[in-house]
Nanobody
Framework: QVQLVESGGGLVQAGGSLRLSCVASESIFSINAMGWYRQAPGKQRELVALITSGGSTNYADSVKGRFTISRGSARNTVYLQMNSLKPEDTAVYYC????????????????WGQGTQVTVSS
């Protein structure tokens, strides 16, 4: 069982930046992949970015060039740096951990954090 705790959400104006953090209960290097999902009101949860245990990254087209997923120097932390934020980025952002290779295939892993709210005002 992997426990995940997100932080860093908040209210920001369009064009601003936020950095989300996800702290895992174990080393993320022992996990196949980590991802960030988001869910806006009335919409399905969508994958925003993922990073594999080998360090490869992938992004949704809507955030490419604006968001960066990375691992911290502490071996149990993943970040999502969000720049040039837009009102359409408003959502609850969730950290996801995958042990089974699902994230690389476009499916969510088994473990979720509680979510952190990001609100971008126009």
């Amino acid at each position: 069982q992997v426990q995940l705790v997100e932080s860093g959400g908040g209210l920001v104006q369009a064009g601003g930046s936020l950095r989300l953090s996800c702290v895992a209960s174990e080393s993320i290097f022992s996990i196949n992949a980590m991802g960030w999902y988001r869910q806006a009101p009335g919409k399905q949860r969508e994958l925003v970015a993922l990073i594999t245990s080998g360090g490869s990254t992938n992004y949704a087209d809507s955030v490419k060039g604006r968001f960066t997923i990375s691992r911290g120097s502490a071996r149990n932390t993943v970040y999502l740096q969000m720049n040039s934020l837009k009102p359409e980025d408003t959502a609850v952002y969730y950290c996801n951990a995958d042990r089974r290779g699902l994230l690389r295939l476009g499916y969510a892993g088994d473990y979720w954090g509680q979510g952190t709210q990001v609100t971008v005002s126009s």
